[in-house]
């Protein structure tokens, strides 16, 4: 059995295909998998009563425009999409596996790396007149302060055409809360989880509660004893201590970083062996992917965030966000794309990377860290968060000797 959706009723020529069985997601014994099950069980449990109209109303989508059919045999002409994408497996097999299957005519060409290196590639070439890329696929913040300026992405809205990935009952908050521009029209972010996760801590080498939220840490027997991606440069360290300003104040960042002698590092796989050996028992900008895998292997299985409501009204889209280069050499692959990418399936499959769907209709992959209809979340990947990014930046270049 396998997951049924938009994309799997629908042929290449626009009609549907035998629709009887749906079952959400697969499930197996490791620690993501399991995860997976317990965050879907809360989805059940915990906000079937909020979404049954969004159920329901599934059943009652809007037919498939009649152009549909005429992009799909467009985008096959074309033959292929080029995507400047995430790192790591995770994210390859989540942008390229399931679109191949359900598009085969259509060929995935992906640019997988860091937001840095991808963006001065793609800069040098389109100033030197080439482009060879129709999507972006990344978190925010990089995009939009190196693209937006020179006018390199097309309005994305267009690009959806498909009833169920426009339809508001079917994302958190409505399709607008996904906007990460001023504008609402250039860079939109489909998944993403609470920004609350940016105190680790390993309880094998700390006493349970003797840290209960971030201002603990500023106590002068923690001093030596914590490792932090580095938050003068773009990650999850600068954002973790944007969230952590917003909650607590500048003085409190500055404080934390002049006087607890802080290790950091931007080598996001040591970061998380350290901690897990217990070499520093406290990190801050883990990236909870490569802690999945040491807790996979058997080790670090006692290293949790510290819950912090004073940060759970802020969200990370991570990786999650996509925008529309212009010159696209594959605009009809690129329309597909991007529908197929919204759809039920597929986002589905995109929580495999270890973050969580807007999507209403899709369990996450943590319940703890999931935004929850109807509340309100303050993006901190957003562009009118830019200038309080720098601002940290700069904090944080001045505080670390």
Request: hydrophobic share 40%.
């Amino acid at each position: 059995m396998t997951n049924i959706s938009c994309f799997d009723r629908l042929s290449m020529n626009g009609k549907l295909k035998n629709d009887r069985n749906f079952i959400p997601f697969a499930l197996s014994l490791s620690k993501g998998k399991r995860r997976l099950l317990g965050s879907f069980l809360v989805f059940l449990l915990g906000v079937l009563l909020v979404r049954l109209p969004v159920l329901a109303g599934a059943a009652e989508s809007a037919p498939v425009p009649k152009e549909w059919a005429e992009i799909v045999r467009a985008a096959e002409k074309e033959g292929q999409v080029s995507i400047a994408g995430p790192p790591g497996d995770a994210f390859r097999a989540a942008i390229t596996d399931g679109f191949q299957k359900a598009f085969p005519k259509i060929k995935v060409e992906l640019l997988g790396g860091s937001g840095r290196d991808k963006v001065a590639r793609i800069l040098r070439e389109r100033q030197a007149g080439v482009y060879e890329w129709d999507l972006y696929i990344s978190g925010p913040t990089s995009a939009l302060a190196a693209f937006k300026p020179v006018n390199a992405f097309d309005p994305f809205r267009p690009l959806l055409i498909l009833p169920e990935v426009k339809e508001d009952r079917n994302w958190i908050g409505g399709l607008d809360a996904g906007w990460a521009d001023i504008d609402k029209k250039l860079y939109y972010t489909f998944a993403g989880s609470l920004a609350s996760d940016n105190v680790h801590v390993n309880w094998d080498f700390v006493p349970k509660g003797e840290i209960k939220s971030a201002q603990d840490l500023l106590d002068p027997k923690w001093a030596g004893k914590i490792v932090m991606q580095d938050p003068r440069i773009e990650g999850k360290g600068l954002n973790d201590a944007l969230v952590l300003s917003l909650a607590y104040g500048e003085g409190f960042i500055k404080r934390l970083l002049r006087e607890q002698k802080i290790v950091f590092t931007n080598d996001r796989r040591q970061l998380v062996e350290w901690i897990v050996r217990g070499r520093y028992p406290i990190a801050m900008g883990l990236n909870e992917y490569f802690l999945t895998i040491f807790q996979e292997k058997g080790v670090g299985k006692n290293v949790t965030a510290v819950v912090d409501p004073k940060t759970a009204i802020y969200w990370s889209s991570g990786s999650s966000g996509i925008g529309f280069l212009n010159r696209a050499p594959h605009p009809n692959a690129a329309k597909v794309y991007v529908n197929w990418l919204f759809s039920r399936a597929a986002q589905t499959d995109w929580i495999k990377t270890e973050t969580n769907s807007r999507r209403v209709d899709v369990p996450p992959f943590d319940a703890n860290s999931a935004m929850k209809p109807g509340q309100s979340y303050r993006n901190t990947q957003g562009e009118d968060m830019l200038p309080y990014r720098r601002q940290i930046e700069q904090l944080a270049k001045e505080a670390i000797q």
